[in-house]
């Protein structure tokens, strides 16, 4: 029996390591990214991507027509990368209508009215591109569904 409960004992301190050395990695990881985050906000390689990313938003925008709506698919590439992967190689939505002046003196400060402004009509542009892509399916396979007799 007393070799028993030394063994259990010996598991039970083991294990206590163990969880401790879990936590401290833990807190050591937590740590790790979290400078990571601050120096990838301040890396010159984000500052730079920020200022080109945000010439080819405008750029896009301004030849959205011009491209017949092929530049929309950047501009939804764009969106994704700031706002869904949080990623700071790409500027806020707004920023590229600043003045350089204005956006070298606030960075990441794209004003509300530009961003929101564009978030909409990104919005509404992808509504009205799905809209017509459905309604040329309906076009195109709708005369298949009546030759095939599943549309009287």
């Given at each position: 029996m007393c070799a028993q409960t030394q063994k259990?004992?010996?598991?039970?301190?083991?294990?206590?390591?163990?969880?401790?050395?879990?936590?401290?990695?833990k807190r050591q990881l937590?740590?790790?990214?979290?400078?990571?985050?601050?120096?990838?906000?301040?890396?010159?390689?984000?500052?730079?991507?920020?200022?080109?990313?945000?010439?080819?938003?405008?750029?896009?925008?301004l030849n959205l027509i011009d491209s017949f709506g092929l530049t929309l698919i950047y501009i939804n590439f764009h969106f994704l990368g700031k706002y869904i992967a949080g990623s700071n190689l790409f500027s806020d939505f707004g920023?590229?209508?600043?003045?350089?002046?204005?956006s070298e003196a606030m960075p990441g400060k794209g004003g509300g009215a530009p961003k929101w402004f564009e978030i909409?009509?990104?919005?509404?542009?992808?509504?009205?591109?799905?809209?017509?892509?459905?309604?040329?399916?309906?076009?195109?396979?709708?005369?298949?569904?009546?030759v095939v007799g599943i549309i009287s």
């Open positions: 259990q004992e010996s598991e039970n301190k083991n294990n206590a390591e163990t969880a401790r050395a879990l936590q401290l990695r937590i740590a790790m990214r979290q400078n990571q985050t601050q120096e990838n906000a301040e890396s010159p390689v984000s500052k730079v991507g920020a200022k080109f990313t945000a010439q080819a938003l405008k750029f896009s925008w920023e590229e209508w600043l003045p350089k002046t204005a909409i009509a990104l919005f509404l542009l992808d509504f009205i591109l799905i809209i017509l892509v459905l309604f040329a399916l309906i076009i195109i396979f709708t005369p298949a569904l009546i």
